[in-house]
């Protein structure tokens, strides 16, 4: 696997047809379902991505090479990474699989405390035995 990602796994409000897909500031290569090891809690208008077992199914977006960098300036400011003293998100490298079963490693956000969410409701997984989160209508976008 490359070391250095192309690739963002997205979970939450960057998904296609939801409120902040449209702020993706270049048009992704490629984009594919695939699952990461998690545990998802609905915090209400958003998701929250934390350690743990799950198969936390999301988006995989192919960003082209020259077009990585500004998407993760982008993203890292949507998701409260890095822009002050605390950190809503952290971005991190995790490891997914494709539904075609192919392994890929992805930059993600994960939330930075996870103690502050240990009270919110977890996201149920589905009865193909994956936690997906969606806000907009779930019927919009059929799993495969």
């Known amino acids: 696997m490359n070391p250095v990602p192309s690739c963002v796994f997205v979970y939450g409000t960057l998904q296609r047809g939801?409120?902040?897909a449209a702020l993706w500031p270049h048009p992704p290569l490629d984009v594919q379902w695939a699952t990461t090891k998690g545990k998802l809690h609905d915090l209400g208008d958003y998701p929250a991505l934390v350690d743990g077992t799950d198969s936390v199914?999301?988006?995989?977006?192919?960003?082209?090479?020259?077009?990585l960098p500004r998407t993760l300036q982008i993203l890292d400011s949507?998701?409260?990474f890095a822009q002050g003293d605390v950190d809503l998100?952290?971005?991190q490298i995790v490891d997914c699989v494709?539904?075609?079963g192919e392994a890929q490693r992805a930059y993600t956000y994960?939330?930075?405390?996870p103690?502050?969410?240990a009270g919110a409701p977890p996201v149920a997984a589905g009865p193909e035995g994956l936690v997906h989160w969606r806000r907009q209508?779930?019927?919009?976008l059929r799993l495969p």
């Not at 199914?57 to 077009?67: M, P, S």
């Not at 994960?110 to 405390?113: E, G, P, S």
């Not at 209508?137 to 919009?140: L, V």
């Open 110 to 113: 994960r939330y930075a405390n």
């Open 57 to 67: 199914l999301g988006e995989l977006w192919l960003i082209a090479g020259e077009d």
């Open 137 to 140: 209508d779930p019927q919009r």
């Open 98 to 100: 494709k539904l075609s």
């Open 18 to 20: 939801e409120k902040r």
């Open 89 to 91: 998100y952290v971005r």
């Open 78 to 80: 949507i998701e409260g």
């Open 115 to 117: 103690n502050e969410i």
